[in-house]
């Protein structure tokens, strides 16, 4: 039993798909309503490939003769490595890593933080025209995302030497989700698909920035929250960013302390490159007391910024040492 095997439970009509190995014994298994579920092996069995990757074999006709034929049928209509994102609900996705090549690969998936620091989520082996299901995400926490890296090794039966591994950066953002949902080659459910190549226009193609259209947004527009101002041009007044997580991300309650501080420093990083793009002289960042461990992450990333002609503490008497002024060179 290998990870991507359609199987069906001895003591049931229930199926799914193999989504990880747990154990020498013990598998998980998403069924059809998107969760994920611990089996053991020896309660499974796989459905048969007239069942599970042709679908249209005379036996299985003969069962479903009104089946739809769907992506799932031609796996190899996919070149190149994909991400393929399934809806569990309207909050929940499930993101898979889709290896449509005649080659098994070796796989590293990590996320990437505002330090450009990395975390593995993952690291197993693919095989040929398999996937692996690497994480859940929340939509609610779309913006927040971190970008993933991953890192791809071709495994090789041959003595010869061998290929370099190669490394693909991508972020999911709001475009992706635009298009309407496709049947998923091997999955054969409904959802959205990201190609994974270094020359996609998916994931590298700069987008166009209106300059003067990122220059008006930090002065025009209804207030969020009282701390966040967003004030008018003709007034002198400095654009005020407020990296309060309750901001940034009203379901920030059950995120973890780490999970909040890079949602923060995602924010910060974000604005600031926007006020560099936009010419803007001068911007505040509310960041609140606290412990002071998002004041220093931000300090410490301004003073290795070579566009910052200096940044100090800014409006004692209502923030304390809550907020920092930076000068833009």
């Given amino acids: 039993?290998?990870?991507?095997?359609?199987?069906?439970l001895m003591k049931g009509t229930e199926e799914g798909i193999v989504v990880k190995m747990l154990d020498k014994s013990l598998v998980e298994v998403e069924i059809e309503d998107g969760f994920a579920i611990p089996v053991l092996e020896s309660?499974?069995?796989?459905?048969?490939?007239?069942?599970s990757t042709a679908f249209d074999t005379p036996k299985y006709e003969n069962?479903?003769?009104?089946?739809?034929?769907?992506?799932?049928?031609q796996p190899n209509q996919l070149k190149g490595f994909h991400l393929a994102i399934i809806p569990l609900n309207d909050h929940l996705n499930s993101i898979y890593f889709l290896n449509p090549s005649k080659e098994d690969i070796l796989i590293m998936a990590n996320e990437i933080n505002g330090k450009n620091e990395e975390k593995t989520i993952l690291s197993e082996k693919i095989f040929a025209e398999k996937f692996s299901k690497i994480t859940e995400r929340n939509m609610d926490h779309l913006n927040t995302w971190a970008p993933l890296s991953f890192t791809i090794l071709t495994e090789n039966s041959k003595w010869s030497i061998p290929m370099r591994p190669e490394k693909i950066n991508v972020k999911i953002k709001a475009k992706h989700f635009q298009k309407e949902k496709i049947d998923i080659p091997f999955l054969n459910k409904k959802g959205f698909l990201i190609?994974?190549?270094?020359?996609?226009?998916?994931?590298?193609a700069p987008e166009k920035i209106d300059i003067d259209k990122l220059k008006d947004s930090f002065f025009k527009g209804q207030e969020e929250t009282e701390s966040y101002k967003k004030?008018?041009?003709?007034?002198?007044?400095i654009p005020e960013i407020d990296l309060h997580i309750e901001t940034i991300d009203p379901y920030y309650e059950n995120l973890p302390k780490e999970d909040i501080l890079r949602i923060q420093l995602l924010k910060f990083e974000e604005k600031l490159n926007e006020a560099l793009m936009a010419g803007l002289d001068e911007i505040i960042f509310i960041h609140g007391v606290g412990n002071g461990v998002l004041r220093n992450n931000i300090h410490k990333q301004l003073s290795?910024?070579?566009?910052i002609q200096f940044f100090k503490d800014t409006h004692k008497e209502k923030f304390g040492y809550g907020a920092t002024l930076v000068k833009i060179k």
Avoid: C, F, W
């Fill in 195 to 204: 190609p994974l190549s270094q020359s996609s226009k998916e994931t590298v």
């Fill in 63 to 73: 069962q479903k003769p009104s089946k739809p034929k769907t992506a799932y049928e």
């Fill in 43 to 51: 309660e499974l069995v796989v459905v048969s490939s007239d069942e």
């Fill in 231 to 237: 004030i008018g041009k003709n007034n002198g007044q």
């Fill in 1 to 8: 039993m290998q990870i991507g095997d359609r199987v069906r």
């Fill in 304 to 307: 290795q910024h070579h566009n």
